[in-house]
T-cell receptor, first 109, second 111 residues
Framework: DVKVTQSSRYLVKRTGEKVFLECVQD?????MFWYRQDPGLGLRLIYF???????EKGDIPEGYSVSREKKERFSLILESASTNQTSMYLC????????FGPGTRLTVL | QKEVEQDPGPLSVPEGAIVSLNCTYS??????FMWYRQYSRKGPELLMYTYSSGNKEDGRFTAQVDKSSKYISLFIRDSQPSDSATYLCAINNSGNTPLVFGKGTRLSVIA
């Protein structure tokens, strides 16, 4: 059974803080993805990675960076959190089919 | 024109009804078609996966792809209150391209 886990279910941070969101998958997938999901806007791709140390920008990369040091782990970094980054963050892994983690609901005050 | 269009609903049906959820897409190169179910405050879970045209059935769920019309459907038979969720269609043309998602249709099945 594919498992994608995310480090936190709920997170509250202050404006200007550096925020790390971690994602781990146990299916040896090469491809991993970070999305944010907002009401009315659907899922939007932030960054993705097809291999260790590889990253590609998605549709909305501004204000975010990523790190992929190991195949199973893909981290999303908010360099300086802002209130407009309050959202549900979803990690996924897979090839043609993607499997999602439970999500992290981030609130930036 | 957006790559994938999906009616956001909400759609409300009585228990036992047949539900039809649909998406249209614009790029004829798309070959892989998926439906995800997302319960409130949870991550999406893969429900159905279809390659190219045709039908695929899994229990009460049937996924249908019509590539000539660029139209995909998910049918739910004998709908249950536990089917109440947001359903997202997702499409791509190869494993090395990101999925393109519809915005999701919110479904409520009333007991």
């Amino acid at each position: 059974d594919v498992k994608v886990t995310q480090s936190s279910r709920y997170l509250v941070k202050r404006t200007g803080e550096k925020v790390f969101l971690e994602c781990v998958q146990d299916m040896d997938h090469e491809n991993m993805f970070w999305y944010r999901q907002d009401p009315g806007l659907g899922l939007r791709l932030i960054y993705f990675s097809y291999d260790v140390k590889m990253k590609e920008k998605g549709d909305i990369p501004e204000g975010y960076s990523v790190s992929r040091e190991k195949k199973e782990r893909f981290s999303l970094i908010l360099e300086s959190a802002s209130t407009n980054q309050t959202s549900m963050y979803l990690c996924a892994s897979g090839y043609t089919e993607q499997f999602f983690g439970p999500g992290t609901r981030l609130t930036v005050l | 024109q957006k790559e994938v269009e999906q009616d956001p609903g909400p759609l409300s049906v009585p228990e036992g009804a047949i539900v039809s959820l649909n998406c249209t897409y614009s790029n004829s190169a798309f070959q892989y078609f998926m439906w995800y179910r997302q319960y409130s405050r949870k991550g999406p879970e893969l429900l159905m996966y279809t390659y190219s045209s045709g039908n695929k059935e899994d229990g009460r769920f049937t996924a249908q792809v019509d590539k000539s019309s660029k139209y995909i459907s998910l049918f739910i038979r004998d709908s249950q209150p536990s089917d109440s969720a947001t359903y997202l269609c997702a499409i791509n043309n190869s494993g090395n391209t990101p999925l393109v998602f519809g915005k999701g249709t919110r479904l409520s099945v009333i007991a």
